[in-house]
């Protein structure tokens, strides 16, 4: 087992793999800006080396300081958490060449899933459903010719593409012209690769994705799925386990699907296959090779503690069980708490003059956050997650709105109060709602407040 990690981010996920660390007798070594040397992870670390001024260009994505600091400290490994560096195969090459362990699979399973069309020719050679698609575009005529092929409504994507940007729909071939040239542009000005590729558009999917896990001898287990719809701008907003559009047979034939094909593939520690899911049928979209921010709602109905076994299956552990020990324990939900205005979404960094984090049975809170901390305005403006655990859906649901209320933030605007309208909503309630519900429901809310 290691001896010493480093921990190459910051927020709550430097503090929740900080933590998970602890708990197995590694040391910590924390890297921070020079606008976070008061972070609550920092003080816990047994080492912490400023590794740049606040821009993140500058500091928590400079790839050299980074890894200096885990040769000066002599970590034996390093997690990226996720953002920053956390999917970047150079620098996982960059590490392992420094002989650190980057804690994640290898550098060329990250190349694999990192690039939109490989990973889905990966996940159809596996066995995975797949919307159906377009190799590479050449041009515009090669687009429409495609798009007739496959059947309007599509979808144009970058290969290198994430978080929305460089997409276009096209509901017919005038459309198509416009939305090849707009994707291949912003492809251009974001990605590495201009490169574009089509799929068929799903108008009402629910964004639902699986959870895996897999040591380096072949062992794979799923852990089951999250549903992520209720998202805006590609921001997820509340997450929860099990998705209430799937029953337990449902369940078992896309897990045992998404296994199989992850042994296939050879893929190794945890990942997540993210998949549409639309009228009773799932479509792979594309596999995160970190760990994500929702991963508490998995741990919560399985027990698992996912970066410990992270960390156990980069130091070349045996998973040590099998899918038939894994047991799904009631409902959790997870609600993003960010420091924004709840309606605009625009940030709002400043001092916590006071914090107050709810607790009792069934809830967890993963936060930086104390009271008199400032939050800087140079990162992403999430604060705090709230997880809450009960026996249903309902349970679970009570305790997230008594949660929500007893949870004091003061001197910052937060998503709170959003969160306790989306869960008051009959839809939410009954489980009704795909990728567009809280769109449409920010939209309806803002028309009536102007009425
Ligand atoms: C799609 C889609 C519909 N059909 N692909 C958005 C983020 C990027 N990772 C993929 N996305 C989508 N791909 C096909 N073939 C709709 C979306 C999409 C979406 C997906 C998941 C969660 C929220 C979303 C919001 C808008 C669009």
Same mark, same amino acid.
């Given at each position: 087992?290691?001896?010493?990690?480093?921990?190459?981010?910051?927020?709550?996920?430097?503090?929740?793999?900080?933590?998970?660390?602890?708990?197995?007798?590694?040391?910590?070594?924390?890297?921070?800006?020079?606008?976070?040397?008061?972070?609550?992870?920092?003080?816990?670390?047994?080492?912490?080396?400023?590794?740049?001024?606040?821009?993140?260009?500058?500091?928590?994505?400079?790839?050299?300081?980074?890894?200096?600091?885990?040769?000066?400290?002599?970590?034996?490994?390093?997690?990226?958490?996720?953002?920053?560096?956390?999917?970047?195969?150079?620098?996982?090459?960059?590490?392992?060449?420094?002989?650190?362990?980057?804690?994640?699979?290898?550098?060329?399973?990250?190349?694999?899933?990192?690039?939109?069309?490989?990973?889905?020719?990966?996940?159809?050679?596996?066995?995975?459903?797949?919307?159906?698609?377009?190799?590479?575009?050449?041009?515009?005529?090669?687009?429409?010719?495609?798009?007739?092929?496959?059947?309007?409504?599509?979808?144009?994507?970058?290969?290198?593409?994430?978080?929305?940007?460089?997409?276009?729909?096209?509901?017919?071939?005038?459309?198509?012209?416009?939305?090849?040239?707009?994707?291949?542009?912003?492809?251009? %000005? !974001?990605?590495? +690769?201009?490169?574009?590729?089509? @799929?068929?558009?799903?108008? $009402?999917?629910?964004? #639902? *994705?699986?959870? /895996?896990?897999?040591?380096?001898?072949?062992?794979?287990?799923?852990?089951?799925?999250?549903?992520?719809?209720?998202?805006?701008?590609?921001?997820?907003?509340?997450?929860?386990?099990?998705?209430?559009?799937?029953?337990?047979?449902?369940?078992?034939?896309?897990?045992?699907?998404?296994?199989?094909?992850?042994?296939?593939?050879?893929?190794?520690?945890?990942?997540?296959?993210?998949?549409?899911?639309?009228?009773?049928?799932?479509?792979?979209?594309?596999?995160?090779?970190?760990?994500?921010?929702?991963?508490?709602?998995?741990?919560?109905?399985?027990?698992?503690?996912?970066?410990?076994?992270?960390?156990?299956? %980069? !130091?070349?552990? +045996?998973?040590?069980?099998?899918? @038939?020990?894994?047991?799904? $324990?009631?409902?959790? #939900? *997870?609600?993003? /708490?960010?420091?924004?205005?709840?309606?605009?979404?625009?940030?709002?960094?400043?001092?916590?003059?006071?914090?107050?984090?709810?607790?009792?049975?069934?809830?967890?809170?993963?936060?930086?956050?104390?009271?008199?901390?400032?939050?800087?305005?140079?990162?992403?403006?999430?604060?705090?997650?709230?997880?809450?655990?009960?026996?249903?859906?309902?349970?679970?649901?009570?305790?997230?709105?008594?949660?929500?209320?007893?949870?004091?933030?003061?001197?910052?605007?937060?998503?709170?109060?959003?969160?306790?309208?989306?869960?008051?909503?009959?839809?939410?309630?009954?489980?009704?709602?795909?990728?567009?519900?809280?769109?449409?429901?920010?939209?309806?809310?803002?028309?009536?407040?102007?009425?």
């Amino acid at each position: 087992m290691f001896e010493k990690v480093l921990i190459a981010n910051r927020g709550e996920v430097a503090l929740r793999i900080h933590r998970a660390c602890r708990e197995m007798g590694i040391r910590t070594v924390a890297v921070h800006s020079e606008a976070d040397a008061n972070a609550m992870h920092v003080r816990l670390a047994d080492e912490a080396v400023c590794i740049g001024p606040a821009r993140s260009s500058e500091s928590y994505l400079n790839k050299s300081a980074i890894i200096s600091a885990a040769l000066i400290t002599g970590a034996d490994a390093i997690h990226p958490g996720f953002g920053f560096l956390s999917e970047n195969a150079d620098f996982a090459e960059m590490v392992e060449a420094h002989g650190i362990t980057f804690i994640g699979p290898t550098v060329e399973q990250m190349r694999l899933m990192g690039d939109k069309i490989t990973a889905r020719k990966a996940a159809e050679e596996a066995g995975l459903p797949i919307t159906p698609g377009s190799p590479a575009l050449e041009s515009v005529e090669h687009a429409i010719e495609w798009a007739n092929k496959i059947g309007y409504p599509v979808i144009v994507k970058a290969k290198d593409g994430g978080g929305g940007k460089g997409m276009k729909t096209a509901f017919n071939d005038e459309e198509m012209a416009e939305a090849f040239t707009m994707a291949k542009a912003e492809a251009k %000005a !974001s990605f590495p +690769s201009d490169v574009v590729y089509m @799929e068929k558009y799903l108008q $009402h999917p629910r964004h #639902i *994705e699986m959870q /895996i896990l897999a040591d380096k001898y072949g062992h794979v287990v799923h852990l089951g799925e999250r549903d992520c719809s209720i998202q805006r701008n590609n921001q997820k907003v509340i997450e929860e386990s099990p998705s209430p559009a799937l029953n337990n047979q449902q369940r078992q034939e896309i897990g045992e699907i998404v296994r199989k094909a992850i042994e296939k593939i050879g893929y190794t520690n945890a990942g997540t296959l993210e998949f549409l899911y639309e009228d009773g049928k799932f479509y792979f979209m594309e596999m995160n090779t970190r760990l994500q921010v929702e991963h508490p709602v998995t741990e919560a109905i399985t027990g698992i503690d996912i970066v410990r076994e992270q960390i156990r299956i %980069a !130091s070349g552990a +045996s998973l040590g069980y099998t899918q @038939e020990d894994i047991q799904f $324990h009631g409902h959790a #939900i *997870e609600c993003r /708490i960010n420091a924004e205005d709840p309606e605009t979404f625009v940030p709002c960094p400043g001092k916590i003059n006071e914090w107050h984090a709810p607790g009792g049975l069934g809830v967890r809170v993963d936060s930086e956050i104390y009271s008199g901390y400032s939050i800087p305005p140079f990162y992403d403006s999430m604060i705090a997650k709230l997880i809450v655990h009960g026996k249903t859906r309902n349970a679970a649901l009570m305790r997230l709105r008594r949660a929500l209320e007893e949870f004091v933030i003061d001197g910052v605007n937060t998503t709170i109060p959003l969160q306790q309208a989306i869960i008051s909503q009959a839809e939410f309630i009954d489980g009704q709602y795909d990728i567009h519900w809280l769109e449409h429901f920010m939209k309806s809310r803002k028309s009536e407040n102007e009425e």
